[in-house]
Structure formats: C-alpha cells, structure tokens
C-alpha cells in the first residue's frame, strides 16, 4: 500500500488527484519490467512530458547532480539549452548505453524526424547488482521501446517494476515510487510531480520517525554488519573500504552497500524556465535529506526537472528568431520549492512502501520493509497520520 | 537550554565534547553583539580556523551555494584557489561590505602581512532588518576586530549574539547555534563541527516532529496570514509579491519573512582539500531541510567548510614549487558527510532554542520557541529522546 | 588613439557608430579618477544599464568567471535570479568594499527605495598595486557617486581614467577600452558592446601580430627580468613563487605581474535573458586569448553581461505573479557570441592603445604601448589593417 | 603536412619530442578508422592514460564544458570523483552509445575487473553528419577494442583517421589533430599534451593570419551562402533557423555548419589533481579562440583533462583510507596554462593541415585546406614562421 493508504501524511500541501508525477497534465509513464530466470532483476521506466513529438516540441527542462557517482547521459546538453527533446529513460548502470541508444533510436525514427542527426536522450540509471546479474545487460533496444510505447498517464506502477525492478534503499527493496503536490489556487494552482528510483542508503525516517533505528537497519547500525565483521557485496568500486573495514575486523562492517543511488524526475504544470527549474531540481535534493539519505560518496543522486505549461514549449516547426513565452516571477516559485521537497519525501516512501521482497542472481533475498512493524513504530512516534 | 541537555538527540553519531564547532582543534568563535536604544539588533560573528596567521598558513576550503539570494563575499576566489586565508565574518545584509573592509584591514595588519596586496575576505549574512534598522549599517571595522579578537576555543555562545541577535527563524526567534559530530575509530575518528545563524523560513520540524504545524506557525499557515487573510511569504525585496497578497504599504503586517537566509560554517579536522570540502559543504544544505527548511526564494543559503588537519595547509612562507599531502580516499568520506548532515540540522535547532524573545524597531517583538510547549509536542512525537 | 583610428579591424563585424558599449541604447557609463600625489592612481568606473531605477526596473544579467583569483561582489545572487539590481562598478582590490558600501548606498537612497532593505552591489576589482598606494584604500562612497552621477552615454573615456588609471596589462600600461559589434540585419541587427578594465599578462597579440615577441616583453621573456634575475613586485600572494624564481636565479625571472586581472562587462540590446547571458558572458572570456591573454594562476577574470532591451526587464512594480517576455531562440544566438568575442578583443586593445605612460608609488613608472614601434610591427604582419 | 613541418610556429613555448599527446610519458592513442562504401566516414579514437589497469590504477581527472551541445559521456563522476577508470573514446554523435557500451565492456573484460558492477565510460562526440551517414550508427563494441588494443606511444596519426574521418572545421575537412608543449626545467619541465576531434566553425585564424577571410570562406561569409544568398550556420537540428534562412527541405544548401563541436583531450605528467586540472582544461577552451572559434550555439565543446603523475594516481588495490599525494602549488600552475592553450591551437591546426579532402555521403565532397594558397596567406602575414 502506499503511505497515504496507510494514513500518513508527509508534509502540508495536498497531494493530486493521483498522487504521481501523471498529475501533472499530459505525464505518462511506462516500465518494462525484466525478470528472468534467477538472476535478471532490471528493467526500464520512460517518462514523457508530453505525448507529442517530443523532439519537435521541446519542454523547458533542467537538471541538478546532488552527488555525481552515476553515469547519468544527456545532462550537458540540457544545461546549456535548458531543454529536453527525448523522452527519460531509466534503467540499471551498465545498460543504460543500450537503454541511451534505444532511446535515440526512437526519437530518430519518429514521423517527421527522418532527416534527424543529433539526439540526446536523457537516461538515469541505478545499480541493481545486488540482486540483478547487471554485467549480462540484458536491457536493449526493445525493452525502451516497450517502457516507451506503453506510457500512459493515470496511476504509475510503483514498487518493483521497470527500473524499479531489482534496486534496494535504507536497507530495504526499494523501487519506483511517485507522488506529486498541488499548491492553493491563490499560489497559481500549479501541481508537481515527482517519480523516483530508489537505491540509495541512509538511516530511513518515515514521516519524522526513526524507522531506521527501531529496526536497527540503517547505515553504521549493527545489523547491517555480517559475522566476519566484513562489508559484503559493496560495488566493486569500493574495494579499497571493503579492504579498510575488512582490516578493522571487529565491528563496523556492513552488509549493505550505502553507495546505491537515486534518480528523481520532477515534473510540473508551472510555466517556468530553465533557471528556475534547476531551483526546483535542486529542491528534490533536499527530499533525499527528510527520508534519512544523505547523499553517500558512492551515490548517484540526480534530479531532471521540467515544465510541461505550454506557453514555456520550444516548438521547433515555429517560425522567427523570437519566441514569446510567458514564465513565472522568481517571487513566485517558493510554494513550487516546498511542493518539490515534499513530493520527492513521499515518492522515496511510496517506493519502499509499494516494494516487495524480492529474490536474486546468487541466491540473496532482499526483505521489504516490514510494514506491520513500520506501522507499529510509526504509531509510537505519531508519524500515522 | 540547548536541544541536548533537553534530552532530544537528533541523528545517530556522538557529538563531540562541547557539541560545538568548536569541537574541531583550534577553531576559535568570536561575537560582537550589538544592542542599543530600541532599533539596533544586530553584530559580528567571527570563526578562525587556527590561531596563526590564517593569511601565511592557508586552510583548504570550500564553499556551495543552497541558494544565492544573499551577498556572501569571497566566494568565486575560495572556488578557484581551493583555500581560505581570513577568518569568516557573519553579520547583517547592509553591513557585510563595512564587515569585509575589516576583516582585510584586520589581514593586512598582521605582523608578516606588511606587504600583503590583495586580500579575500570570507563573509557571509543574513537579513535582520524586521527586528534591526538595518539601514543604519552601524556595523564598523572596530566591531569586526572586537569578534575576531574575541574569538576563544571552548563553549560557543548562542541564540541572541553576534550575527545572530536580530534573526528570526522558522516563525520564531533565530540566532547562532552551533553542533559537532565525532566519527568512531575506525572510520578516522575525526570530529565535523557547525555553526549556523539561522534566520529562514519553512515547516519547522524537531527530530522528526512537527512542531510548526502543532504550533500553527509555519510557512503558509494561518498563523502566518496577514489580516487580510492572505499568507506571506514576503521579504522587503518582494515588493511585486507583497502587492499581490494585497500588503501594499503595510510592511508591518506580515508574520515572518519565509524569504530570511541562513550562513552555515562547516569545520572538520579530516584531511580532506577542497573537492571533498565541497561536497561536505553541500550535505550541510541537506541539513537544513531536516528542521523543515526548503530554501524558498529569498533565502541566502549559502556553506562555506575548511579542514584544520596540518597535512593539508598551505604554507605560504615553505618553499618548492610542490606541496605534498596526504587526505582521505573519496571511499572514507561517507562518514562525514553524515556527519555534517546531523550537525547541522542541531545547529540550527540549537540556534533557535536558545535564542530568546527579542524586542526591536518600530516597536517589533519576536516571539522565541516556546519551549515548553515545544517539549510537550516532542513528548507527544517520541521526539525527546 | 583607438585601434581603429590606427586603421586597424580586428574581426569581421562591423562596430556602432561609436564602437563603445554605449551603442547599446541607453547604457552610460562615468569616472571617477583619483591621481593623488605621487602614490595614488586609482580610481571607479560606473557602468548603468539604463537611466531608470535600476533596482525596481531590473535587467537580466549573468555572470562568468574565467578564472576566479578576484573579490568580485554580487555574483551569486545574479546567477542565482538572473537580474542584477544595482550599477556596476569597478574599482581596485582593496576598495572594493568601500566601493561597494557606496553603490549600496547609492541604492538605497534612490527616491522610491525608502524601504528597501536588501541590495546586490555588483562590483569587480583589479589591482593595480603596483603604481597605487592599494593599502591606503582611498575609494570612498563619494567616489562612486561621483563617478556613478557622472555616467552619461556618448564616447567614453579611455586609457588612465577611472578604475584604469593604475592598472597595466600584457607588460604596459592597461587601463579602460571599450568596443561594440553589430550583427547584421537578417540576424536582428543587434547591438553587443564590451567594456574592459585590463589588469593582466600574457603575450600581447595585437590583430594577429606577435607584439609582444617582437618587443621582447611578454611572460617568460627575458625583458620581464630583473638584473638579478629575480621577479619584482609579484603580489604579495605569490612569495612561494617569488621564493623559487629567486632560486632558479639566472634567467627566467620576469618583472611584471603576470597575475593580473581583467573585469569585462558585456551589454546587449538582443532580448536575452540569464541562461543565454551567461553564454555570451563566456565568449567574452574567449576574447583574452586573442590578445594574448591565458587566464593566469593569479589572474582575476571575470564578466558580468546583461541585456537592456525592454521585454526581458523585470519591473517590481508590475503586478502579477507572471511575465511575459520575448526572448531569442537559441539557434539565434551564435551572431552575438562572435561579437563578444570581437568586441572584448578589440576593448582590451583599445586599453592599451589609449592608456599612456603613468609614474607612480616608490619612484614606479609603467611605460604605455609604444605605439610608433608597434605600428611598425603591424605592418610588418600585415595586421594594420 | 603538419604545421610546424611548413615552418610555423604558434606560441612561444617549445614543443615536446613528436609534438603530440604522446609526448606526456605513457600516453597511447589509437585509431579505428571506418571508411565503407560511399557513405561511412567515421571511426573511433582512443585515448589511454597508461598502459596498466586504468580502473585500477586510476588517474586524476577533470572535464570542462565549454559550449554543452553534445552528448559527452561520464562527465559528471569525473567531476565528481576527480578521477577517471576507463580509456577516453572519441566518435560521431549518433555512435556514441555503442562506443561507451563498448568501453565499458573492453573495462569489465580486463583481468581483475571480473567482480566490476559499475564502470564510467568517458566518451566524447562530433556530429560527421555531412559526410558520414551518421544514422546508420555503425559503431560497435569491436571497433572500440580495436581503437583500444592498437593504441601505442609514439607518433599519431592525424587527420582523416579514427574519430576525425568524415569531421569538417572552419570551412575545410577536420580531423585528428594533437601538439604538445614543454615547460622550461625551472617551471618544472612538465609537458602538457593535446589532441582534438575537429568540427567546429568560425573564421580560421593560422598563427594570427586571417586565413578564413582571405580565402572567403568563413562562418558569415558570401562563400558559405547558399544560393539563396543566405549565410548559413545551420545544423540539422536547427530546423527552426533552417527555416529563416529559407533553406527548408534543402539541407545540401549550405555549405558548412558553424555548429559543428570539437573535443579536446589534455594531457600532463604534471603532478595537478582535479581542481587544477579542471583549470587546465578550461585554458584549452581559451584555444579554440585563437584559431577563430567562438563556441557556436550548436557547438559541442567539451575538455578532458587528466595528469599521468604517479604521485597523484588512486590505486584502488592500495591500502588505507587515507592517500599521499604530492602536488603542484597554485602558483605554479600558469606555465601549464599557457602550455594548452598553445597545445591546443597548434592541435586544432594540424588536424586542419593533416586532412584531406573527402567525398562522403549523398555526393558530397569537403575540400581540404588549400595548403598552397594558405602559405601564401600565411607568408603575406609573417605567420609562416
């Protein structure tokens, strides 16, 4: 279930109608989902701002790198232009060329692009080889096809699908989770909406309670340490800490690696730039912070933000040198900023709270968070309303 | 009282003996407080890596802008250069260009510094003009030597002093708190301290409990409406703003000013140089959206972190065009970054449970924490502990 | 005399009619110069983009720094709401403070700002402690009065004058220069102007010529070597630097400060806002390497651009929480940016060609370009044309 | 030829022994060259640090961004990080997905790297799309290796080879093109390395002769008109600026494509690390201005940067949390600058005097640059020397 369902209620702004990124006008979304035999856990999640030519009718758009260990593709290009002209596309770390190149691959073979020569998708990724054997990348072409052409607005899947499928966070499975907040009609009634892929550590906090710590799951806690006192399974990058910690022996170690990721997308109905938007973008970093992460060295933190509010559109097939547009006073954006931090707060939760536990490539097993549990100690601090 | 001896304890690493920046060997706080008649609320507050000449045998630094709506000086050189070479000064908005001016004359006249031609000075602010007639920009070069000579290891002063005498936070009395954290053994044992002058706006939240809704005083609550009805969110900038919410010519007649800033001074005695500096410094922002802070608008986030660990300095006075070093791995880092998380979400909280009720110009009083209430929400949350 | 004047054309677009940054409608700019007896040649230039009230009728800017070794104030606050408030002023490094209490001041006393009590000075700095007394930090708030109330469109004064007056650049005497470009109609017909206080070293490259090789005065030449070898009057940053010339101690001293700076202010009537400000404050940055210029350790290179054109103003008087603004197309901006780069160029000539020979503190003199032996070295190289 | 084979000399510093990339100790480069049909003109270029594990043994590294128009890969955890863990791939735009899944896969094949679960690809782009049927994207895993296994030390081929087969620049055929510098033994006797994948316009500058307008033929030129008598600085993308210029549905009108990009890879064994490396790179950018580039809107202008010193490389199999490192001061660092801006103008020229002309897709053919004539211009300006 998901965290509203369950009575809690992060924050002070009502969420939409959906409580998903798809609030936000003409959102869809789509996973192609990847689950075979006992070793492939991945899969592909497409966000589209729009279901036009997206390549013709460029959306404002912006990007933020809270920490940038990841191999996140496209963000240069959006940062000089402050547009985007490709769906998004999220998968796991080593497929996202292939995911990159189906995406490319669709935009070019879109009527009315025949003559096109130069795409940059924007793709994010998360490390699923915990449970995913991530070096047989089996993502290709047709998977983002499929995450691609069966996007649609209403409810998103949420949980262990799509690029959702293999990753865990806080300890937890976690996945895709999404929500989105409406600001008061006299703040211009806008919605945002924000779709996360969760991998990330931390010390999880649920509505302000120290879920974490009750249940003794948490970054340096004792339970995330294995017999020998050894790191297990951390990415192959950090050889060097499994080696330190393995030198320390005694204490310390952990059995989860703090190091994943999270990829955030927020969108929104708010007819604002690219300046602004990269505010924005950088206000779902500090979500991150109100669910107990804290953007590890290890950790691929990065956010894509854009408007879909017509007035602010790029539409190539215009004519004229100018384009007239109609944007938001920066006195204007602050609600914008809290709606952000909250959606992102709630969409982290709902891709816990919507994981279950899933099985992997050499037998590991990754437990969801216990709900019951979860719920017993939200009541105790309060948090269940 | 300051949150600890309250018995609340945010986060879950050890704070260092005094729980203060202070924590990290041979950093030094100074404060120069001024009060007079019934419209001066303001001063200086000034933080020394080490006791030498900080001109010749340079800390490496880092700074990151949470948001840039603030007047922050010496910032691009500290980027370039990696390193810090004068004491940080904070004060008020109006005062920061006299408040730099003393801290350069205080540099060029150190003995050694007689021919020192160009000097960087760190200084940071934030806006108490509601309770301080900040026009008056009484701060003067005499008041910066009075914080710098001030300056003391040991207990740090907080609340109503310094930079921090005329703030407001969060709907409440702001000022100067300060917090350290202490890494267990075997991830180095360093020490990461805070010092913060709070003086922002949002959903003020005490480790984890939401204590600005259960007080009705909070970003866009009622409690924050004018009489005609309409929330503000308006700082004297925001004149198009304050004509929309209908406040034209009434600047008495908002609640608080969601659109303050707050200076955060992050401290550590790991060998770590300007990259890791940097990325410290950028956990600190997430520490600001721990107590409910969102950076809206008008707000002047701004980090500035240095290490005082002697295998990094840069003496000016060595010889040989090399310097060698020796700094932590970017794999050791994680810790402290969680590190700078906690302790600056405690600063913050220190800040305003120990500022008090303030009067100032024009016949304005700010209201500090109502702290027993506030404990009787905590108790309600489990947060006391 | 100017460059052109000399019958020299650096780059391909044509100039306005006064090949100035004031062909930018409405941009004025003043002096204030201070030659105070035989130690202080120092002085403030203004630069306004327009002759309203500059804080409520804001105009769009952004900010670059090429490299960032320079005190320049107000940045992050432009990048961060990408309007600047306020006059731009340059001064010296020392003064800068001073200089910038005074345009605040200047600010806040404007009729219709009475309850202003927030402003973002914008001022840069070079030092010109070589020829001025930069420790007696003469600038004043009545300077930059002065030099602002003096502002006026029309030719501006060039060489000695205002914040050039003590500055040397590229192993002469630097100082002020001004230059504009014009696209052509079918690409809008645009006006971008440049103006330069030039403070820096490098090879001196006039229109393509190796001036500075030919004169045998350039970095690393053997005419930039004290008799004994050793550097002279290196800023008092540098003494590691000075330490080790002095040991290499034979032949590759120099006696000028390669570590200069250069500020450059970069005015368009184009309808642009920050995003595309930034880019075109970028290739202003690119215009230093024509003459010659490689960013420097020591060097302080920073711009500061903004358009003047009415539908990308920001007025806080207007009311509504939007604004509609007319704004190029990215695909429109590739004629502007050459013509910053021309511009900038031909600016840092023209501080060169128009600066003349100035004594200064402890017996100092700075001889100007010698103009008849670079005419020479023109025509050799075909590059007086 | 190459241009110091014709008797040119750009800069004042001396080159190093082959006046290549490769003269920074270790540093291979190698070549995959796809020529098929008549409409494959395309390849890949490798870029190798060293000739050991580069995951394990890793370097330190930088990117800088001067124009973001492109799809450069793995930019933001070199930034990140400070450090680099695969080999560099140049290639064209539409390609540049399978190169870095090819990279990645060469990464996660080497011995030792069998547990790797994350690898960071850097790759970089230019868009061949004139000559090269860039849609086909015939780019494979293979031809990554062998662009990887047949890079060596020594001299490099330039020109039509690898990633610079089917390239344009300033009106002529592009290429690969690379140059060195050495600093004098008191500047440390560091050599700074450049090699570029040309693509870009502007108005070609040779050792400061105006080469592009004495043979009229440059970015705004009659000679680049359509018959229309439009100039052109048209890219595919560029529909909407196609449109303007009248040239809809005739994309073989124009005659070159300011928007083009380049790619500029920096080496040094300078012991620099991240931030000063980022400095580095930054200068080249500063090179492409001195053969008349000026980042063009549509222009990808990306700088890698990295240092071969062992003093400053991360051993992932070492030991500790904590590395030793030796590095070069601040002060000392401008030398190197200079030394890649010179590095990389002289690169960009030889990857122009190296090409030849080439017949591509569609008929189409790109003139070398006319060597002869060029003397001539270059001896008319005393640029021949």
């Known amino acids: 279930q998901r965290v509203r369902d369950l009575g809690i209620?992060?924050?002070?702004?009502?969420?939409?109608?959906?409580?998903?990124?798809?609030?936000?006008?003409?959102?869809?979304?789509?996973?192609?989902?990847?689950?075979?035999e006992d070793n492939i856990r991945t899969g592909v999640t497409a966000i589209l701002p729009h279901s036009g030519n997206l390549y013709r009718e460029r959306v404002p758009a912006a990007v933020y790198v809270g920490n940038g260990f990841g191999k996140a593709l496209g963000f240069t290009q959006v940062q000089e232009l402050g547009e985007m002209e490709t769906p998004i596309a999220l998968t796991n770390t080593l497929?996202?060329?292939?995911?990159?190149?189906?995406?490319?691959?669709?935009?070019?073979?879109?009527?009315?692009?025949?003559?096109?020569?130069?795409?940059?998708?924007?793709?994010?990724?998360?490390?699923?080889?915990?449970?995913?054997?991530?070096?047989?990348?089996?993502?290709?072409t047709e998977d983002v096809y499929k995450a691609i052409e069966s996007a649609e607005s209403g409810p998103v899947a949420e949980g262990n699908v799509g690029a959702g499928t293999g990753t865990r966070a806080l300890g937890f499975k976690g996945g895709i989770g999404t929500s989105s907040r409406q600001l008061p009609e006299n703040r211009g009634g806008y919605t945002v909406g924000v779709l996360v892929q969760s991998n990330f550590g931390g010390i999880l906090t649920v509505n302000g309670a120290p879920v974490g710590e009750e249940l003794g799951n948490h970054y340096l806690s004792s339970r995330q340490t294995t017999p020998s006192g050894q790191p297990t399974d951390l990415g192959a990058q950090n050889t060097r800490l499994t080696a330190l910690s393995g030198l320390t022996g005694d204490t310390d170690g952990y059995d989860f690696d703090v190091d994943g990721s999270v990829m955030i997308v927020v969108a929104t109905d708010a007819p604002i730039t690219s300046r602004n938007l990269e505010r924005l973008a950088k206000r779902a970093f500090m979500g991150i912070a109100r669910v107990g992460g804290f953007a590890s060295n290890g950790s691929g933190d990065y956010v894509i933000a854009f408007s879909t509010h017509p007035d602010v559109r790029n539409n190539l097939d215009d004519s004229g040198q100018t384009r007239q547009i109609t944007e938001l006073d920066n006195n204007a954006v602050s609600p914008l900023f809290l709606a952000a931090v909250e959606a992102t707060e709630e969409a982290i939760l709902n891709s816990l709270f919507m994981a279950e536990t899933m099985d992997g490539q050499n037998g590991r097993t990754q437990e969801a968070l216990p709900i019951d549990e979860v719920m017993e100690i939200l009541e105790k601090y309060g948090a269940d309303q």
């Open 9 to 36: 209620h992060p924050g002070i702004l009502p969420t939409g109608p959906l409580n998903a990124i798809t609030d936000v006008e003409g959102v869809m979304v789509g996973h192609q989902t990847l689950i075979e």
């Open 95 to 140: 497929s996202i060329f292939n995911a990159a190149h189906g995406v490319a691959d669709y935009v070019l073979n879109l009527p009315g692009n025949e003559n096109v020569g130069s795409v940059n998708p924007v793709v994010g990724e998360t490390n699923d080889g915990w449970l995913n054997d991530i070096r047989a990348r089996v993502v290709d």
